[in-house]
């Protein structure tokens, strides 16, 4: 798919920040261990991850309703299929290792693809085979995917590094396991908070001790279900919007935003020089300081919550392109995630200097309309956005990947007043 845009271009009105894709897809794979009916509220149905989990979830039977008048879910395992069944054979998303949970509760083994989603340097899954592995599996990887067999058995387990996936790949495995068990080294992010909360609802024992470790008391196979849940906020779409507003010189209301998983990363906003307002309690204004002029240029890291996560680098080298002077950012935990500063040169060659863990963005520079690729979900509406900073045309390929991450994208941008084209691939 490409996105054709015509630039300069400003947006203004007000926007929606939908539920998280990183929350969403996480919440169905924990829909997936229930015995009971699931309702998810907030749900981002268009999105394309969600859709793909969901079609796996079909494919072992599992009745999954959508409205998408209310952005509603529901997800009825009752008809669900009571023999293994082989995975699909190709899945684009890489958290297809929480599905291993809901089969090996109803089956005592699983079959998985490896891992999809976006290229962005190293994402292994050797850890969840490990977390297999301690909670008294077998695992064998084969060409076509996964093969997980075994019982699952509460254990005390010491995460490796800071991991999102192997968090929450060892709660939803405690969740179910017979017997409790301890976590410790976990990575507890809003959206493995989010997902604690719906475990919680469905009828799982879950607490956080003093010391940072979870400890689960395991219901021993599936859990009851029959919850009813609000899926989170998307806090790095809240971010992207923010930092479009800035980019464009523009001012925007942001609606359903974050604000407590936010304060580092708006933090960083206010000191490049946007106004963030506070307009209700989930509501935002930001723009540009008019006396101030070009936003300030800065120097960040990336890093774990609550700081800016690696996710929301390719916002803040868009605010870096309008900003005085140089820009730094560096990312040493995904430091080959600099693929959308390379489309940035071909606005301007010569925009971004890239290094090892490190990117150096020139601002104010003239931008001309350019043939970009999408690197990935992230990276793709960096350049989406980019498109309306420039002067002439610019058509943004693979831009099907933001689609991955940005629930309704074209109609939010139609409402803010842009203009674009679409073209769909044949």
């Given amino acids: 798919m490409k996105l054709i845009v015509q630039g300069p271009q400003q947006p203004f009105g007000q926007v929606t920040v939908s539920g998280a894709k990183n929350s969403a897809t996480r919440l169905l794979a924990a829909a997936f261990m229930c015995e009971g009916d699931s309702i998810l509220e907030n749900f981002p149905t268009t999105l394309l991850d969600c859709q793909h989990k969901i079609n796996f979830l079909r494919h072992f039977g599992i009745d999954v309703q959508i409205d998408e008048s209310t952005d509603q879910l529901t997800i009825s395992p009752k008809n669900s299929i009571n023999e293994p069944l082989e995975a699909p054979p190709q899945s684009p998303i890489r958290t ?45 990887e084969l060409p076509d995917g996964i093969y997980v067999e075994g019982k699952l058995t509460g254990v005390e387990i010491e995460l490796p590094f800071r991991t999102v996936g192997g968090t929450e790949n060892a709660i939803l495995c405690a969740a179910a396991a017979s017997g409790t068990s301890k976590i410790t080294g976990a990575y507890i992010t809003p959206e493995v908070t989010d997902l604690i909360s719906f475990l919680r609802k469905s009828g ?22 029959n919850a009813r849940h609000q899926v989170m906020s998307d806090r790095i779409e809240a971010i992207s919007w923010c930092a479009f507003a800035g980019a464009t010189n523009s001012i925007l209301e942001i609606d359903q935003v974050p604000l407590s998983e936010m304060e580092i990363p708006l933090i960083h906003l206010r000191d490049m020089g946007l106004i963030v307002e506070q307009v209700s309690k989930r509501k935002i204004r930001v723009g ?30 868009l605010l870096a392109l ?17 693929k959308y500063a390379e489309e940035y040169n071909k606005l301007n060659n010569g925009v971004a200097q890239i290094s090892h863990g490190k990117v150096t963005i020139k601002g104010n520079l003239p931008l001309q309309g350019a043939l970009m690729d999408s690197p ?33 994208l074209e109609t939010k941008l139609r409402s803010l007043g842009l203009r674009f084209d679409v ?3 044949d």
């Fill in 204 to 225: 799982a024992s879950i607490w956080h001790l003093d010391d940072g470790a979870i400890l689960v008391d395991g219901r021993n196979g599936l859990l009851p279900g």
């Fill in 288 to 317: 540009r300081n008019a006396s101030q002029g070009s936003l300030r240029s800065f120097e960040l890291a990336c890093g774990v919550h609550p700081g800016v996560v690696s996710d929301m680098q390719p916002l803040f080298g």
């Fill in 322 to 338: 309008k900003a005085t002077g140089k820009s730094t950012i560096h990312d040493y935990r995904y430091p080959e995630r600099y």
């Fill in 96 to 140: 297809t290792y929480l599905l291993v949970q809901g089969q090996l509760t109803r089956h005592g083994r699983s079959h998985i693809p490896y891992p999809g989603g976006c290229k962005i340097g190293s994402r292994k899954h050797d850890v969840h085979i490990e977390i297999w592995e301690q909670f008294g599996c077998t695992v064998r």
């Fill in 423 to 425: 073209q769909h691939d």
């Fill in 376 to 408: 990935d979900l992230r990276g793709s509406i960096a350049c989406i956005f980019s498109a309306f900073l420039a002067e002439g045309e610019s058509v943004i390929s693979k831009s099907e990947y933001a689609l991955r991450g940005y629930h309704r």
